[in-house]
């Protein structure tokens, strides 16, 4: 692998997530390059804040194909030639066929905002509310075949507020999104992750804050 770990980002919206990666990259010395960002939304407002960083850009409109396969071939071509290490996947909306799984296997990264293995799929802040539960937060973590079942590399929490909607929930969870996706990122880069089974351990890391957290918070 090079001094900078090679970046293909594929994105089917507005591309915060994006924003906060090229920003750790450019201000906060994160060891990598983003090679190239893919959208299967030609509208999609993260491919503007790509050009305004002078990343290319390319579109594979899933429109034009007539099955999944083939367009999960073209997209491995274009991030191929792109000499991509890590493949990041940051608000893309399409599920990956098992050609692609394979073709970067253990190089493909999501971000999902809920405390997986709770609340997989999509919609999950209402989910976390009509549930009822107490904390949610997000999760980075490798694909694999099932829908947000893969690895946990890194998580945050949030509490869930007794006036949250799904809109204020999301905006808070969206804020610990763009601090754990590029750690996630620089974890990979340096080589500090290391896979034990399902468990993902990081090397060289201090131990975390043993103090539990309770919402509503305990009466004193």
Same mark, same amino acid.
């Given at each position: 692998?090079?001094?900078f770990?090679k970046?293909g980002?594929?994105i089917s919206?507005?591309?915060?997530?994006?924003?906060s990666?090229?920003?750790h990259?450019e201000q906060e010395g994160?060891?990598?390059?983003i090679?190239?960002?893919v959208?299967?939304?030609?509208?999609?407002y993260g491919l503007?804040r790509?050009?305004?960083?002078?990343?290319?850009?390319?579109?594979?409109?899933?429109? @034009?194909y007539?099955?999944?396969e @083939?367009f @999960?071939?073209e997209?491995?071509?274009i991030?191929?030639d792109?000499?991509v290490d890590?493949v990041?996947?940051?608000?893309f909306?399409r599920i990956?066929?098992?050609?692609f799984?394979?073709?970067?296997?253990n190089?493909?990264?999501?971000i999902h905002p809920?405390?997986?293995?709770?609340?997989p799929?999509t919609h999950?802040?209402?989910k976390?509310?009509d549930y009822?539960v107490?904390?949610s937060?997000?999760?980075?973590?490798?694909?694999?075949?099932?829908v947000?079942?893969g690895?946990i590399?890194?998580q945050a929490?949030?509490p869930?507020?007794?006036d949250?909607?799904a809109?204020?929930?999301a905006a808070?969870?969206?804020i610990e999104?763009?601090?754990?996706?590029p750690?996630?990122?620089?974890y990979?880069?340096e080589?500090?992750?290391?896979k034990k089974?399902?468990?993902?351990?990081i090397i060289?890391?201090?131990?975390c804050?043993a103090?539990?957290?309770?919402?509503?918070?305990?009466?004193r």
């Amino acid at each position: 692998m090079s001094e900078f770990l090679k970046l293909g980002v594929l994105i089917s919206g507005s591309g915060s997530n994006l924003q906060s990666i090229i920003n750790h990259i450019e201000q906060e010395g994160l060891p990598a390059r983003i090679q190239i960002v893919v959208s299967n939304n030609p509208d999609a407002y993260g491919l503007t804040r790509a050009r305004n960083h002078h990343i290319a850009c390319a579109v594979i409109n899933h429109q @034009d194909y007539s099955n999944r396969e @083939d367009f @999960d071939r073209e997209l491995i071509r274009i991030l191929k030639d792109a000499g991509v290490d890590l493949v990041v996947l940051a608000g893309f909306m399409r599920i990956l066929t098992k050609s692609f799984l394979r073709a970067f296997e253990n190089r493909i990264i999501n971000i999902h905002p809920a405390l997986l293995p709770a609340f997989p799929g999509t919609h999950v802040q209402q989910k976390a509310i009509d549930y009822g539960v107490k904390f949610s937060g997000c999760t980075v973590h490798f694909v694999d075949e099932g829908v947000d079942t893969g690895p946990i590399i890194i998580q945050a929490i949030v509490p869930v507020l007794s006036d949250d909607t799904a809109d204020t929930l999301a905006a808070r969870i969206l804020i610990e999104e763009h601090k754990i996706y590029p750690q996630a990122i620089r974890y990979f880069a340096e080589g500090r992750i290391m896979k034990k089974g399902r468990h993902m351990e990081i090397i060289n890391i201090k131990n975390c804050d043993a103090a539990a957290l309770h919402n509503p918070p305990l009466d004193r």
